[in-house]
């Protein structure tokens, strides 16, 4: 009895209100018609009950119930199509739901997109940033160099020292870089204006490892100059690095030393990468 109750109980909790008022209604009506139907049919309709045979029992009892069945088939017909009611109500609520769920993964996947371009953005300015420091801590160091290895411009050939016009120590790191990259270019002319093809053989670097330590800084400087853009790009451009680079390359294949230098480097770093 108890779990019949709960039963109900369950049912009736899972009901709207309207289903539950008719389901008593029926309840009602039905057992009034067993209370009134019973009376009346032993007081009034002979033979005595006691005394009908089983068919005419049957039909009695079929008779009898037949409202109750028509009743229980009209409430069960309301039950359902309020419960088809509900279904298609949940139905649209369920695809309204779906609707807002993808209006929100699609504005969040376009925040996330945002998000990405920001921390890209972020990431780009950093290593902008970062390569630009790195440009001006070789161009300083190349500039210092400059000024602290005066020595490593006296070069000589057959027919003795090389001239070349020493920049100020005082100028700026800028100033230092072009003045050396101009007495460079000038000091190139100068020489090869001056000798023919069939007599030069040559020249000799009076210190050949601190000029190729210079050297080195050169490229380094050219290496970090070639991860920037925009106006860093413009500004690191300003140096004439690849001029340089250029009236250097020219003093170094023409000293057989440094060439022999620079293949000694290039087989170090080669056996170093294996």
């Known amino acids: 009895m108890q779990a019949g109750a709960n039963e109900m109980k369950e049912l009736n909790d899972g009901l709207p209100a309207g289903s539950r008022s008719l389901l008593i209604w029926a309840t009602v009506i039905s057992g009034a018609w067993i209370i009134v139907a019973i009376p009346v049919a032993l007081a009034y309709f002979p033979p005595p009950i006691d005394q009908l045979e089983l068919n005419e029992l049957g039909d009695f009892v079929a008779g009898a119930s037949a409202p109750l069945a028509f009743l229980w088939l009209v409430v069960a017909v309301f039950l359902q199509s309020r419960e088809l009611r509900e279904q298609r109500h949940e139905l649209s609520l369920t695809r309204a739901e779906f609707v807002n769920s993808r209006e929100v993964m699609r504005a969040q996947a376009e925040e996330a997109r945002k998000h990405v371009e920001m921390i890209g953005t972020q990431t780009a300015l950093l ?3 970062e390569g630009e420091r790195e440009f001006d801590a070789h161009i300083a160091h190349l500039a210092t160099r400059f000024r602290l290895y005066k020595h490593i411009w006296d070069f000589e050939d057959l027919n003795g020292k090389i001239e070349f016009r020493r920049p100020a120590a005082s100028d700026s790191d800028l100033t230092m870089i072009l003045a ?7 000091t190139r002319r100068r020489f090869l204006s001056s000798k023919r093809g069939d007599q030069f053989l040559g020249l000799e670097a009076k210190y050949p490892k601190d ?10 400087c ?3 100059q070639e991860k920037l853009n925009g106006s860093a790009r413009a ?4 140096y004439n690095l690849n001029t340089l680079w250029e009236d250097m390359e ?3 294949s023409n000293t057989p030393e440094l060439v022999k230098k620079r293949n000694r480097e290039v087989e170090l770093k080669h056996a170093r990468s294996i």
């Open 127 to 129: 290593l902008q940033a």
């Open 180 to 186: 050396v990259q101009k007495a460079l270019a000038s």
């Open 211 to 220: 000029w190729y330590r210079t050297y080195d800084v050169l490229l380094a």
């Open 222 to 224: 050219i290496r970090a």
């Open 235 to 238: 500004h690191a451009d300003a």
């Open 250 to 252: 020219w003093l170094l």
